[in-house]
């Protein structure tokens, strides 16, 4: 199995677990919003660039509503285990695209628990996540009033995005993928300026 279906799995059963009226780290979604996100993401062509396109938000999240409310919890959270169907545009890329995709919104689910820790994730995991911190920085934290390096204990830059003074954000790939994403609940160290440090949490956005 690839990173990225390992993680679908796992998603799938932290769900299944947490049932539709779960809290999640997303602001204002229950798991079953979550699950809603997911599908219209991999089955709905002519919402899904809502997603990424402001313009066209407004239009996802009434097909996300509807997603919600007029499908069954176990036939939203099937259509996630089934993985994208053969017209989807993720159907070739699943192992590139969906490695970070299933994680985060796996830790969404994880997370918004009392009492959670970090898994230990194997290095073909953290490997696959590596990747994609670099790209979420930039989608996140263009607007960071700081020069922001992403970095791993052991020393390696993943990201540097903004400009200012330096702000320094250690953590694992996968932790920094949290943190770049906007999550709330990420295991880094942040060494800065404290205002600075405080105003470059401010300014993250959120996927």
């Given amino acids: 199995m690839t ?14 677990e947490a049932g539709p009226d779960a809290p999640t780290l997303c602001e204002g979604w229950t ?20 997603i ?4 066209l938000a407004g239009y996802t999240e009434r097909v996300q509503r509807q997603v919600a409310t ?14 994208p169907p053969l017209y989807s545009p993720f159907k070739p890329l699943d192992a590139v695209a969906n490695a970070a995709e299933m994680f985060i919104h796996l830790e969404d689910v994880r997370r918004a628990r009392p009492g959670w820790e970090p898994r230990a994730l194997d290095e073909q995991t953290l490997a696959a996540l590596r990747r994609p911190v670099a790209m979420m920085a930039r ?4 607007r960071a009033p700081a020069t922001v390096v992403l970095a ?3 020393g390696d830059t993943l990201a540097t995005v903004g400009r200012g003074p330096r702000v ?4 694992d790939p996968g932790e920094l993928l949290m943190f770049a994403s906007g999550r709330s ?18 300014s993250r956005g959120g996927l």
């Fill in 52 to 55: 990424l396109v402001p313009f």
């Fill in 185 to 202: 609940e990420a295991r880094v160290s942040i060494d800065g300026d404290p205002a600075v440090v405080e105003a470059v949490q401010k």
């Fill in 70 to 83: 007029s499908t069954g919890w176990d036939e939203l959270v099937g259509k996630i285990a089934s993985g």
């Fill in 168 to 171: 320094l954000v250690t953590g």
């Fill in 152 to 154: 791993t204990p052991t």
């Fill in 139 to 142: 989608m996140t934290m263009r």
């Fill in 31 to 50: 798991t079953r919003d979550l699950a809603a996100h997911l599908v219209v993401r991999e089955r709905r062509l002519d919402a899904a660039g809502g």
């Fill in 3 to 16: 990173v990225a279906q390992r993680e679908r799995a796992a998603l799938v059963e932290a769900l299944r």
